[in-house]
């Protein structure tokens, strides 16, 4: 989630530093998005290991068999981590936020409720977030203006950036309803891409 | 000069490389593409695309799927009133698949089957997905017919590299000219594609 953090010891520490009273309240928050999310999640908490120190998270599932149901950090899914680090990211601090394809190992379902939720979130803060994204799901929300989306093109020259609002047929195409996932990710398919599937 | 291009909307896969296919050899640009969602995504989007036509020329492209729908009923009902000369809205009898087995030489060459298996007027075809598959499983190119037919007993209808092989003959085989020769449906389509305003 965090850059040079692939095991997310580092994003542990990170919840760890926030004082008490921060840290509860995040993780409240964030326990009632994993309730709507994650299956059976019923409950997300902070630990310390008592013979290392070390901090985890922890939730406790729903499940038939009694004390079966407690989790540390390491087993849950990369959907439930993913989200987790996400919703942490966007409580956390005031600055410049930069999320790389969010939608990862996530159901499209969630993935096309995160533009309202970012936009939500950082309406109080007033902070700039940039989000990279190939995902379609995220993409169907009505209401992402296309003066705010840049479309990447990598080019022999470099990468050439355009607001998409800015080419004509794409900001006709918006303002007759289309969702930037129906106009916009069409543009950035690869032109061979076809040819991936006659691989032998 | 201005470049003559247009939005492309079409239903599929094999939709969309007919239409390039058909775009390319009349010169033409495709300047967007839309849709590959299915037939209901189209109709539903029709309206809008006939206003948006205004603006730039809309070519869409669908199947007539059953013999009771005649085509112009069809362009009437999608677009909800009066179409917009910029909007080509097409209709292809019954399916896609017609025009693509309509160049009959090429295809026979494609499966490795006698070319009087396929019909010589393939528009009147019922069912042409089926027809289609029916074809390749005659195929003596083993490969290529275990690609196109689906599995015994598989809910769908094609095989898994129906729309990558059927997408590469259209790309790299189809005649356009040999296919309209055979199929009017696609003849009168060329012809007004030829006459439609782009300016």
Known sequence: MLENDPFGQGFLERVAKANERTRRSRLSKIEEALKIAVPQLEQLEFTRDAVTGRPHLQALYSHWRPNAGLQREDQFSDGTLRLLGLLWSLLEGDSLLLLEEPELSLNAGIVSQLAPLISRMQRNRQRQILVSTHSDALLTEQGIDGREVLLLTPTPEGTEVKVAADIDEVRALLEAGFTVGEVVLPRTKPSGAEQLSLLK | ?199
């Open chain 2, 1 to 199: 000069m201005s470049e003559r291009s247009v939005i492309l909307a079409v239903e599929d896969k094999l939709s969309e490389a007919v239409s390039t296919k058909i775009l390319e050899d009349l010169g033409i640009n495709i300047s967007q593409r839309l849709g590959l969602k299915g037939k209901g995504y189209l109709q539903s989007k029709a309206p809008s695309l006939n206003q948006t036509a205004k603006g730039f020329p809309v070519c869409m492209l669908t199947d007539q799927d059953v013999p009771s729908q005649c085509p112009p009923q069809l362009v009437q009902a999608w677009t909800k009133g009066e179409r917009n000369a910029k909007f080509f809205l097409r209709v292809a009898v019954m399916e896609v698949e017609s025009w693509v087995m309509a160049d009959r030489r090429g295809f026979a060459d494609f499966l490795s089957i006698p070319v009087n298996r396929i019909p010589e007027d393939t528009d009147v075809i019922l069912q042409p997905k089926e027809f289609l598959v029916s074809l390749a499983r005659l195929s003596r190119k083993t490969r290529l017919r275990q690609e196109i037919v689906p599995l015994p007993g598989a809910t769908s209808k094609v095989g898994s590299g129906y729309n990558s092989r059927l997408g590469e003959f259209v790309h790299s085989r189809w005649s356009v000219n040999r296919a309209a020769s055979v199929s009017v449906s696609l003849q009168r389509t060329l012809a007004q594609l030829r006459d439609f305003d782009l300016a």
